[in-house]
């Protein structure tokens, strides 16, 4: 469909005179409001989409080593694990901080 001047001009008159020149303004307000929500709204979708949860430990350098054959072959993706599988190895991960801090205070 292809909309020229007269048409555009046409169809700008009938909004005039069906909602009046003072409720223009609101409405295309409104209607710009409606899109930047729902574009905002469809973004967060496809982000939520693409992002998948990590966990990082973090470790001073000084203590990293390169990864071995068997931990590079668990970092392939696996299927997701529980919120209750989750938050255990996050318990796990602080409890080995925590003592691996205790360690290092230690002389």
Known sequence: MNLGAPEIILILVALVLLFGAKKLPDLARGVGRSLRIFKA???????????KPTVVQ??????????????????????EPSADEQARRLEEQAAKLRASAQADKRP
């Open 41 to 51: 709204e469809t973004s967060k979708m496809n982000d939520e989409d693409d992002d």
């Open 58 to 79: 973090a470790q001073p350098e000084a203590q990293q080593q390169p990864a071995a054959p068997q931990q590079l072959q668990a970092a392939a993706p696996a299927p």
